[in-house]
């Protein structure tokens, strides 16, 4: 076989490098730092919690593509700092790379604020302690737009971003497109609620009256959970603790709630803070989802909250543009612990589980469910609402509500004499649905013979060929005939 001939390449210059503009440089790291609107309202709630504000409140409109407004009540920003404060590598919280070893605040770049202004209008309005008006500045691509002009100002700093992503069409076009990013900023801010639980948390949509989130802060961890994430929650949740003080590198003190056997839900979440910072960590969800799996599997998709302190210079914050993973000195064996804990909670909750019990009421209507662990209150969004016998369709002929029965009035017992009349009523039904059972015995043939030729002909029919719709009480059925409805003595009906 012949080779065929392969053509030589065309002799090609090396395209050339360029320095990339200053502009464009900073709007691409900007485009990683702020990457969606819930995004930026997580660097701009770090920075009030870093001022010491005790109160935070968010305003979103158009999932927070149009604004995002967040108000707290911190120390303020010196009138000073505003020319240099939406500049990139401007902090206050650091000012050399070895106190990011025992850094204590969530920011330590500068630059979230820096990126905020490349791609969105930021305004700032501030007041510092003793100041007798606040100052309120502007910024565009890093820089102060104007002098900052003197106003009103309540205690603390007002951070607004309008028309985030104005210049960057296909990330503004997928956010659009994509599903609001409310719910996700209101999931954000539950979570900081539960942790900060000495700040008030509220979060709510521009305009509307009523806050999604609203805290008030309390000294009870479970309460802030209780009251963000419903009563429900809170009461299937179990205090876990967890401390290692052995070898120098393995110190850490784990504490939180972990959800019971009665938690049911469709998917995990997981509020975790380590050393303050709310972060993600897939290998510690997996190994708490491997745990619940094999502990209680029709409890496997738990709710867990946890706060893991561990000495600053054990836990790596530069890992990523948003902060949002960390990585810790020991990894493996801090998740082996926390999940050996885990594991053993949920063993002894799983042996000794509590009920919540009900009182049945005899003269109620309804046939009432006798399981205890099926009674349950409504549950909150997230998990799974019970079901209730006498709501769902028969499947099982077995069930109460499938059977006769079930449509009748429950009486206490005691009372004989109705007793044999249902049970005359039960057997008149069962002849009648089922002449065939007893067909081939001469006197019920008799019988049969005699009420036809004694009874009403139109009647006959109407009994021969209706349907039976249900019970009403124990002595009158609902027949239907035709287009008909019948209310049907049963007990005379023999
Ligand atoms: N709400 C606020 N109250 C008081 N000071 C603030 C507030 N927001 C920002 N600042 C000041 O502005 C500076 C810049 O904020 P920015 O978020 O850009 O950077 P950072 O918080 O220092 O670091 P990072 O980029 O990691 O968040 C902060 O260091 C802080 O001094
Ligand atoms: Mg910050």
Redesign the pocket.
Known sequence: MEDEAIPAPIPKEPPKILRLEECVVNRIAAGEVIQRPVSAVK??I???L??DSTSISVVVKDGGLKLIQVS?D????CYE?LPI??ERH?????SKFEDLQSIR??????????SMTYVGHVTVT?ITMGQLHGYRATYRDGLMVDEPKACAAVK??Q?MIENLFYNMAARRKTLQNSADDYPKIVDLISRFAIHHTHVSFSCRKHGAGRADVHTIATSSRLDAIRSVYGVSIARNLMNIEVSDTGPLNSVFKMDGFISNSNYIAKKITMVLFINDRLVDCGALKRAIEIVYTATLPKASKPFIYMSIILPPEHVDLNIHPT?REVSLLNQEFVIEKIQSVVGSKLRSSNESRTFQEKTMDFSSSSPTATSKDSIKEPSPSGIKSQKVPHKMVRTDTLDPSGRLHAYMQMKPPGNSERGSCLSSVRSSIRQRRNPSETADLTSIQELVNEIDNDCHPGLLDIVRNSTYTGMVDEIFALLQHNTHLYLVNVINLR
Request: net charge negative.
């Open positions: 660097e701009l770090e920075n009030s870093d001022a707290d911190g120390h303020g920003i700092d404060l939406c401007t902090t206050s919280k650091l605040s969530m920011g330590f770049r500068g630059e979230a604020l820096a501030t603390g700093t951070i902060k």
